[in-house]
């Protein structure tokens, strides 16, 4: 398993960006499914993108797409979320995951977890 930990969330108003950063540890980063999820109080944890480890399958949530990019350079072992036009709905922690060899977007399917990033978007 690999270790992750996310930065880059914070405060920010509805319509601006943010960009979450997730490093992760070990050599074979490259041979990890990677995914951002976010959960908001009172809610199940959500895959909002994933990146596949074969870099051929990208995955985004419905609500998301046109507004989030997933990107991941395997050379720094670390994955990116680029997060556009920001609503207030998009307001939760954030967290970076890792699923060895496995293409899913869902939680159960991913064995290493960051301890996650608050983004909060004020309206």
């Known amino acids: 398993q690999v270790q992750l930990v996310e930065s880059g969330g914070g405060l920010v108003q509805a319509g601006g960006s943010l960009r979450l950063s997730c490093v992760a540890s070990?050599?074979?980063?490259?041979?990890?499914?990677v995914g951002w999820f976010r959960q908001a109080p009172g809610k199940e944890r959500e895959c909002v993108a994933a990146?596949?480890?074969?870099?051929?399958?990208?995955y985004y949530a419905d609500s998301v797409k046109g507004r989030f990019t997933i990107s991941r350079d395997n050379a720094k072992t670390t994955v990116y979320l680029q997060m556009n036009s920001l609503k207030p709905e998009d307001t939760a922690v954030y967290y970076c995951?890792?699923?060895?060899?496995?293409?899913?977007?869902?939680?159960?399917?991913?064995?290493?977890w960051g301890q996650g990033t608050q983004v909060t978007v004020s309206s």
């Open positions: 995951a890792a699923a060895f060899k496995y293409y899913t977007s869902s939680p159960s399917g991913f064995g290493s």
């Open positions: 070990g050599r074979t980063f490259s041979s990890y499914t």
């Open positions: 990146s596949s480890w074969s870099g051929g399958s990208t």
